[in-house]
């Protein structure tokens, strides 16, 4: 990195740069709740979900472009590159929400939550290489999003995971506190009146639309480490909920600004290195708390 | 006092899972300022009870009109989950009810009242540790702070002695005593319990649940432990 000009290295890589911060500073608080919750499998499976929604968009695409003329009229006329990414965030949405509601019944079955979470992302393993496999395109984008290869996102990819991440982040902030009751305690939800299944409805719909996005820009790999390592991290020093998600959020931050650092030092892909910088996290937090409790 | 009124009615129900009835022919009116206690054997049907009384079991037939809306209910705190790092603090605010549009805001007025409800139950230097490095005598204090925070007319509490050490018991039960006397806002309290000895000095009336039955008994509060348990079957043990 010391032999790059600094400017042409934000010129080339700004986006992704930009990209890789936000998505460590607001996914992590995503992650929180599903660690919370009990849940926190759920955070290298949704991505799969979405991965294997991405791989099945492109398997149809030449279907779809026959059938669906109005898009391809669309497409035609506009600008393609705009228009082929609200169509593989609609796939990754369609699987990932799908999956999520039909884990979410089965949990409330009681049917062994975690092994149906776990059948779900073996599924979606499969269904994603298959897939892909369907189309050479397909094949050679998904090999790119599962090794984590986050720097060549565009300035309109950049603007969609901005919004998308900002409405996450207000929602969260506005919403924390009904969220993390009718998370922890429904039975109490319930007795002040809180309809419990819209507020489940609604973190289901943040947290997959949180995925589908991310998924399609920062990929799956970064996806799954900021979703678990960073509030794993920020449980075992965080004495409030407050804490909790300022410590997830500064965690993903550092393990973002981290990777990008070791990525662009040692010429490594920026998502692995990323994900990595976030599991070093753990044993720093385990000694922090270690040190922490001797001083109490 | 905080009035007589009937807070809730119970008409004919039966409580249970699936085609399943646990307790039926359950007709019970429960007024302001009541001290009951909830007894009977293991697996008798007394959380269930509880639970249909709360509204988050609905009755297979018959009905349970609430006539106030200020409910607040302590649950057993090992159903609450340790891997939530909520502060003292925090747990005892959830118990206020305002919202606006979803939005709960911790104004300064909710602050101070959880500060109150902490000071009542002896926690208030335990405000910023968290719930779950808690002892469970503490923990089940810190639950009754938080219940108390919306001020209920009917507090339902599901075997806050449970798993506590003697004292902590004590002190539970002194708590439920100070709110019970308290002179103007004493809510009806309902307690679930598993030993007799602990709620007879305290509980006016017993809700005996047993063979699928709920029959509420007055107590004499100062009988002999072992006149109750021969009244009510070796309760102690339930």
Known sequence: MGDFPLDLLWELFGNSILAALLAGLVVPIVGAYLL????????????????????FGFAILAWWQENMTWLVDAIEHGDEAHLALP??????????LGGLILMARTSKSGKGEAGHVAATFAIAS???????????????????????????????ELEILVIALGAVAVLLALFRRSLTLVSFDPELAKVQGMRLGSWEYFHLVIVGGTVSVCVMTIGPTVLFGLLVLPPLAARSLAGSMTGYFLLSSLAGLISSAGGIWVSFEYDLPLGPCLVLVAALLLPVAAIAKRAKRKLA | MRDKRSLLSVRGAAFGFGTTRILQGIDLEICGGQALGILGPNGAGKTT???????????????????????????????????WPLSTFEL?????????????????????????????????????????????????????????????????LDEPTSGVDRP?????????????????SAPAILLVAHQLDLIAGWAKEILWVADGRVDRRCVDTSDSTEKLEGLFGGASHG
């Open chain 2, 49 to 83: 009870l509880l639970r249909g009384l709360l509204g988050l079991r609905k009755p297979m037939v018959g009905a349970v009109e609430r006539h106030t809306k200020s409910v607040a209910y302590v649950p057993q705190q090992d159903r609450l989950s340790p891997e």
């Open chain 1, 36 to 55: 919370a919750r009990g849940t926190g499998f759920y955070g290298v499976t949704l991505p799969q979900l979405a991965a294997a929604g991405i791989a």
């Open chain 1, 87 to 96: 169509y593989h965030i609609l796939w990754a949405s369609v699987f990932c």
């Open chain 2, 168 to 184: 902590s018991q004590a002190k539970i039960m002194g708590i439920l005593g100070e709110l019970g006397t308290a002179s103007d």
């Open chain 1, 126 to 156: 499969a269904l994603t290489i298959l897939f892909a496999h369907m189309s050479p395109m397909g094949e050679v984008f998904v090999h790119g999003l599962l090794r984590g290869e986050i720097l060549a996102i565009d300035g309109h």
């Open chain 2, 92 to 156: 005892v605010c959830m118990g206020s009810a305002r919202s606006r549009f979803g939005v709960r805001w911790h104004t300064r007025s909710v602050r101070e009242a959880a500060e109150r409800k902490l000071d009542l139950v002896g926690l208030l230097h335990k405000r910023a540790e968290s719930f779950a490095d808690l002892s469970g005598g503490q923990r089940q204090r810190a639950l009754i702070a938080r219940a108390l925070m919306c001020g209920p007319d009917l507090l339902l």
